[in-house]
């Protein structure tokens, strides 16, 4: 157990769908983090979040959208997804600043799009 | 690029046995850390070096970075067949101040 808490575990959506990924954390971390692992490929970093302000977004296409409504909620938007953004997506969490250094993850959300 | 290509991308070994994993890297790093992913989980930190460090250990873990070949080994003794998993170098660089980027990772099998 890290702390850091991701529903759901598993979600399959169609392509016309909307949903929401929830990550949450008690650690009293000021800085979150989504990350896309795909198989086969990089941990990809989506958005940062410190301080509940988006200083990240690493080129992630609109059907994306993140919201922190405070330094312990983290969520993704996702909309009119595409087949290719099936993945496993990872929220993590750290103290922000210089001390920003170790990650926290959480389970992550495996996401299939149909 | 900025993130660490790790090598070998696939290891098998006995139980007992050493395992070595390597991270190279292109860019000036701030730390460069190490995390274990078991399947479809997320992701574990392991161990953290900064780039004043040459050395560190942490139960049977050890990490060295050479900052002038830009490269870190983690090394695991004595392997266990729990210690199967995939493994991931990150850094932490001077120009990403929020950034830590991951690598593509090694998988390890340690066969019983």
């Known amino acids: 157990e890290t702390g850091v808490t991701q529903t759901p575990r598993h979600l399959v959506m169609g392509m016309t769908n909307k949903k929401s990924l929830k990550c949450e954390q008690h650690?009293?971390?000021?800085?979150m983090y989504w990350y896309k692992q795909s198989a086969k490929k990089p941990l990809e970093l989506m958005f940062v979040?410190?301080?509940?302000?988006?200083?990240e977004n690493n080129s992630v296409p609109s059907r994306f959208s993140p919201e922190c409504p405070n330094s312990s909620h983290l969520f993704l938007h996702l909309h009119t997804l595409q087949p290719e953004d099936s993945a496993l997506y990872l929220c993590?969490?750290?103290?922000?600043?210089?001390?920003?250094?170790?990650?926290?993850f959480g389970s992550g959300t495996q996401l299939s799009v149909l | 690029s900025q993130q660490g290509e790790e090598d070998p991308q696939a290891l098998s070994i006995q139980e007992g046995e050493n395992a070595t994993m390597n991270c190279s890297y292109k860019?000036?790093?701030?730390?460069l850390q190490w995390y274990r992913q078991n399947s479809g989980r997320g992701l574990v930190h392991l161990i953290l070096i900064r780039s004043n460090e040459r050395e560190k250990h942490s139960g049977r873990l050890r990490v060295t970075l050479d900052t002038s070949k830009k490269s870190s080994s983690l090394l695991i003794t004595a392997s266990r067949a729990a210690d199967t998993a995939s493994y991931f170098c990150?850094?932490?660089?001077?120009?990403?101040?929020?950034?830590?980027?991951f690598g593509p990772g090694t998988s390890l099998s340690v066969i019983p």
């Open positions: 993590a969490s750290s103290p922000a600043g210089e001390a920003n250094e170790k990650l926290f």
């Open positions: 990150a850094l932490k660089t001077k120009t990403s101040y929020d950034k830590v980027i």
């Open positions: 979040y410190n301080f509940k302000e988006q200083t």
């Open positions: 650690l009293g971390h000021n800085a």
């Open positions: 860019t000036s790093i701030n730390n």
